[in-house]
């Protein structure tokens, strides 16, 4: 089954990446180009325009393929306010949450909220258990998992890159389907 390709909770909204996205997508990154190279690889050495439109096709192909389902948070004038995705990297019936948040709009809630929209997804489409991976160094990311009930499973090494802060320790935090246990 297939996540659909607009989530909402009334407040924050998750719409489906559109290859239109480049120019808007290369301008939000590029504001908060130094909150997000600690954490993610792909901002450490700038983003460019062509690299927003090689992600969004990317984008296209996971979709189509199944391989990861991946949202732009948008704000009430499509302004992109970060990225959330459900990918399907790790055993089957699991997904695992993955997101980022532009600088200006961080402490809002917006990564605790699109998470929560995702998980609640992931399980509507059958899968049996999330999971949010972070750099133990993330401390403010680590919080989200907590706040929406996960529990922390353990440590593991990174299987790609981190940025510029990343320890080499990543945190992984698990929920299973409602009254499905632990």
């Not at 979709?63 to 004038?77: I, K």
Request: with cysteine; aromatic share 8%.
């Amino acid at each position: 089954m297939e996540p659909s390709t607009t989530l909402t909770d009334g407040e924050v909204r998750l719409r489906r990446w559109r290859v239109k996205d480049a120019v808007v997508l290369h301008r939000a990154v590029n504001e908060s180009l130094d909150h997000l190279a600690p954490w993610m690889p792909w901002a450490v050495d700038g983003y460019s325009e062509a690299d927003a439109i090689a992600y969004l096709r990317l984008c296209q192909e996971r979709w189509r393929t199944g391989e990861a389902f991946d949202y732009a948070l948008v704000g009430a004038e499509e302004e992109i306010l970060g990225s959330a995705s459900l990918m399907a990297r790790l055993a089957p019936g699991a997904l695992e949450i993955g997101y980022w948040i532009g600088q200006p709009h961080t402490g809002r809630g917006l990564a605790t909220r699109a998470s929560a929209l995702l998980a609640a997804e992931a399980f509507r489409i059958g899968a049996r258990s999330v999971e949010i991976h972070h750099d133990q160094a993330n401390v403010r990311s680590g919080k989200i998992p907590e706040r929406l009930g996960f529990t922390r499973i353990g440590t593991v090494p990174p299987k790609l890159p981190g940025g510029t802060a990343s320890t080499g320790v990543l945190v992984v935090w698990r929920k299973t389907v409602p009254g499905a246990g632990e």
